[in-house]
């Protein structure tokens, strides 16, 4: 599942000074751990009704004789789940997923699309237990270890914990060394995570980085922010005056 189009909801970043300032200095302690299982974040496993129990039954009986196997199966049903996320009908994409599940409850790519859903709703909780999930099968991986650590980004902005922001940078930086070219969002995000760091030297690096690789990066919000707290290294970006 390298070709998402990542969609998990950390950018528009609302990057004016007081808000960029107070996401990191109103909350330093640690997130309340949430206990999950998979059956909480797989709406297939727990069908809420013995007719939905039924129905799934009567999808097995069909699709397995459908399909070549069930491995076959549940990719079918995983690309679609990506191109209805894509189209941001998240309630059409988890109806796939699920189907992709129960035809195969081992694909690393069903747990990665169920995190993205999570991810855009705003369950970062749900969204990171699962995403792990998918990381364990594909560990080298550096799209979905940057989906992974958009996801800890978010969390951040969401509940001002050091730790995401911490794990974040970790993991983006596994995925630069994996992947250091063809970059662009990984490294805008490093930069953007540095920012929050206050390492702002760093961000400046990594933003020129990013958008080397691919202009549409000069987000001219972000470049705002960061010139309020450092002049640019290379003279390209000043201050409106």
């Not at 997130?31 to 007719?51: F, N, W």
């Not at 992709?100 to 690393?108: E, K, V, Y």
Request: contains cysteine.
């Amino acid at each position: 599942m390298k070709k998402w189009i990542v969609v998990v909801g950390l950018m528009g970043m609302m990057f004016s000074a007081c808000q960029t300032q107070n996401a990191f200095t109103e909350n330093n302690n640690e997130p309340a751990q949430v206990s999950l299982t998979m059956r909480d974040v797989i709406p297939a496993m727990a069908p809420k009704t013995p007719e939905v129990k039924a129905q799934q039954q009567q999808f097995l009986k069909v699709n397995v004789s459908r399909f070549k196997n069930r491995k076959l199966a549940s990719d079918f049903y995983v690309l679609h789940g990506q191109r209805t996320f894509n189209a941001n009908k998240l309630d059409s994409a988890t109806i796939f997923f699920n189907r992709a599940w129960l035809m195969d409850s081992t694909n690393a790519d069903v747990f990665w699309g169920y995190g993205l859903i999570y991810g855009k709703q705003e369950k970062y909780d749900r969204a990171l237990f699962i995403l792990y999930r998918a990381l364990e099968n594909d560990t080298d991986n550096p799209r979905l270890l940057t989906d992974i650590a958009t996801t800890h980004l978010a969390r951040f902005y969401q509940q001002s914990t050091p730790e995401d922001l911490s794990q974040s940078k970790k993991l983006l930086e596994q995925a630069i060394e994996l992947e250091p070219e063809n970059a662009a969002d990984t490294y805008y995000k490093l930069a953007v995570n540095s920012y929050y760091l206050r390492d702002y030297a760093e961000a400046w690096t990594y933003l020129h980085q990013s958008i080397k690789e691919d202009k549409s990066k000069a987000d001219e919000t972000f470049i705002g922010a960061l010139l309020e707290k450092e002049r640019d290294p290379k003279g390209l970006y000043t201050a409106s005056k």
